[in-house]
């Protein structure tokens, strides 16, 4: 049985995919304020949110447990509105070997969609996989939406 897997889920929003693009590239740090399920986010190391090199720092809750890891910006494709992020240390590394996560706004007809993507490689066959995340980004865009429409 393999131990690498990726999980996708694209969720219909209101707010434009230029204005998500924009929180996640210029505004990482106001996510936390955003939603409830995530409890914060601090920069860990460098000086620059929104650099490959900095290291955040997150808080959020997953299937009713808080959890804590490392987040790093690995790339950033403008022209596609796609941003691909590493997750590690903490909870990450008790069941994952590898965590990416994909985050990308497409423009649609009148209404934008949000889609994450998770790669992931398991650490043995005991763990599950991360679908607890994906339920997790999807009502976070939901209500980071609703927050949206009122800026």
Partial sequence: MTLAGKISTEIGVHATAA??????T???????????????????HGHDWHRNESIKHWTYTIEGKVITCHESVESVDEANKRITYK????DIDHQFKIFKL?????????????????EYERVDEE???????????????RDIDDNLLKE
């Fill in 26 to 44: 210029t505004k990482l740090y106001h996510v936390q304020n955003l939603s409830d399920r995530i409890h914060g986010v601090k920069l860990h």
């Fill in 87 to 90: 997750l590690f240390n903490g």
């Fill in 19 to 24: 204005k998500w693009f924009n929180l996640y």
């Fill in 127 to 141: 763990v599950d996989p991360p679908f607890g995340y994906i339920e997790c980004l999807h009502k976070c865009t």
């Fill in 102 to 118: 994909i985050f990308q706004a497409i423009e649609g007809d009148g209404n934008a969609v949000i889609k994450w993507t998770i």
